[in-house]
């Protein structure tokens, strides 16, 4: 397999795990009306969800911004400091 390849087909096993990390979140979602009453939580549950999920999004933000931030540093370093080096980021 040639580097194209393996590139394509570690997309390929990245895409099919967020595919089934989603799924499994759905699936939670849509079991949630049964689980509610079984739990002591009961509708703070779906609050406390929604919570995680949306704290588990920081995360990637926050790495992208280091990204442009640590290129932007790497460049003022070097002294080439200029907008193109922040484009192709």
């Known amino acids: ?3 194209a390849g393996s590139t394509l087909f570690i997309h390929l096993l990245v895409v099919l795990f967020g595919a ?3 799924i499994a979140v759905n699936g939670v979602w849509v079991e949630l009306p049964v689980i ?3 739990t002591p939580e ?3 549950l779906p609050a406390y969800l929604t ?9 990637p933000i926050i790495v992208a911004i280091m990204q442009v931030l640590f290129m932007f540093w790497l460049s003022v370093l070097k002294g080439t400091s200029d907008i193109k080096i922040l484009m192709k980021a």
């Open 42 to 44: 009961e509708w703070n």
């Open 36 to 38: 509610v009453y079984q």
């Open 1 to 3: 397999m040639d580097i």
């Open 51 to 59: 919570i995680i999920s949306q704290v588990g999004n920081i995360g």
């Open 20 to 22: 089934g990390a989603w």
